[in-house]
């Protein structure tokens, strides 16, 4: 039995004899310090196991067959790598994002999306003027001449993005909480060869690992919907390689929007918040009203510091994780440089965790009418990797084979796209989206399916 998958379908609740019906192929890929290579295959593979189960529950007969492939995991945990459209790479990090020294360590910023950069240079009463380089530069030198807390709660304050690099210290996150809140009676789902087909998802997630987890439930059938605020807009790139499979659209929660957002929420299977915790509370999605105002709702919740403790309100990117746990202290080279991990394996693997939870509450409201409430985190998942329950680094590391295997192309309204297909490896479920990513926000906001 592969002891790291045991571990995450324990988490997930699962069935432990159907843990060993999981079976991986392929040489071992994505080789660090850290056990990243089984943490992705393992998340991957409870993933592909709650899409079997699910797809049993629905037809009857036999569990389906998951069979996952080391290679795909790969390209799929790195996917915003592979993409191209019209065969141009998409950026990934801005110049202002990092690592950088300061008075007494390191830190890690993150100044991907405008309004971050600008706060981030306001904590350091840096002008925001002249072009990248002078900027990094000016950057640098402010940095160096901070100790690096002193800059991380300042622009913690400013409601900008840095973090100090600490060492290695397992957060005490749980991997995934699982909360049952009711008993509506069974909701049988008819018979489908696509395990989430017609399952309505409403999705509230940004950047990386919740639109990873919905563009996996479209992948597997589900109608999900995207929404996202008019004013807060997603990075181009990040929303093509996470839009596969779903649709996307734009509602002012404040205004005569609310209305049309009410009756998505009262006609949805599944909601996915990935907000800071408490930040939609006021628009009466906190768990205590969603589960009295709608007792059969499927609530998933996602943050990046966790549910507990001092941080937990805080915003947070799985580069900021990494730094803030001691990964990258973890995967620093000779020099004393901090690392990074050979993908950004905490945002893909709790994002394939989020379906693989999503996937077994259908289940379990399906069999028995039990409504979940299950929260994850980044911080739970780098606890995870961290703290031993996944084990230590099996074997060495085969050179990566060439990743077209795993790659597709296909026309979009942004262009031509070639992207990752999807790794969840479920027999009779394809490996690739039925529909490309459409132009964020332009979609009428309502479900596909009647």
């Known amino acids: 039995m592969d002891t790291p998958t045991a571990h995450a379908w324990a988490a997930l609740g699962g069935p432990a004899d159907l843990a060993e019906h999981v079976a991986y192929a392929g040489a071992p890929v994505l080789g660090c310090a850290l056990p990243v290579r089984e943490l992705a295959r393992a998340t991957v593979g409870v993933c592909s196991l709650a899409a079997a189960e699910l797809g049993r529950r629905r037809n009857g007969g036999d569990l389906p067959a998951v069979r996952v492939d080391e290679g795909a995991v790969a390209v799929a945990f790195t996917s915003e790598r592979h993409l191209r459209v019209d065969g141009r790479p998409i950026p990934l990090f801005a110049p202002l994002s990092g690592f950088w020294r300061t008075a007494d360590g390191w830190v890690r910023t993150h100044a991907n999306y405008p309004h971050h950069r600008a706060r981030l240079l306001a904590s350091l009463d840096i002008p925001d003027a002249g072009d990248d380089a002078e900027l990094a530069h000016r950057l640098a030198r402010v940095l160096a001449e901070r100790p690096a807390l002193d800059v991380q709660e ?22 995934i909480e699982t909360r049952t809140v009711d008993a509506t009676g069974a909701r049988p789902l008819r018979p489908s060869t696509l395990p989430a087909d017609g399952v309505r998802v409403l999705d509230l997630t940004r950047v990386l690992a919740g639109p990873v987890a919905t563009r996996t439930l479209g992948l597997l059938g589900a109608d999900v919907l995207r929404v996202d605020a008019p004013w807060l807009r997603e990075d181009d790139g990040t929303h093509i390689d996470t839009g596969f499979g779903k649709r996307s659209t734009r509602l002012a929660l404040e205004d005569a ?72 202290v973890a995967e620093q080279g000779d020099d004393g440089r901090p690392g990074t991990l050979p993908a950004q394996a905490l945002d893909h693997g709790t994002g394939y965790l989020l379906a693989a939870a999503l996937l077994r509450a259908l289940t379990e409201r399906s069999r028995t009418g039990a409504t979940r409430h299950v929260r994850l985190s980044l911080a739970g998942t780098a606890g995870w990797l961290l703290g031993g329950g996944i084990g230590s680094v099996s074997g060495g590391t085969a050179p990566a084979e060439e990743p077209h295997r795993w790659l597709v192309e296909s026309d979009s309204p942004y262009g031509r796209l070639r992207h990752a297909r999807s790794p969840v490896a479920v027999a009779g479920v394809p490996t690739d989206w039925d529909r490309p990513p459409s132009r964020w926000g332009t979609d009428a906001p309502r479900w596909a399916t009647s």
């Open 154 to 175: 300042a622009a913690y304050a400013a409601g900008g993005l840095a973090v100090a690099v600490a060492p290695p210290h397992p957060s005490d996150e749980p991997l």
């Open 257 to 328: 929007d609310r209305a049309t957002f009410e009756e998505l929420l009262r006609t949805a299977d599944v909601l996915v918040l990935g907000y800071r915790p408490g930040a939609l509370d006021r628009y009466g999605l906190d768990e205590d009203a969603l589960r009295d105002r709608l007792p059969g709702l499927v609530v998933a919740r996602l943050s990046a510091w966790g549910w507990h403790g001092p941080w937990a309100g805080r915003r947070g990117f799985d580069s900021l994780v990494q730094a803030g746990t001691g990964i990258a």
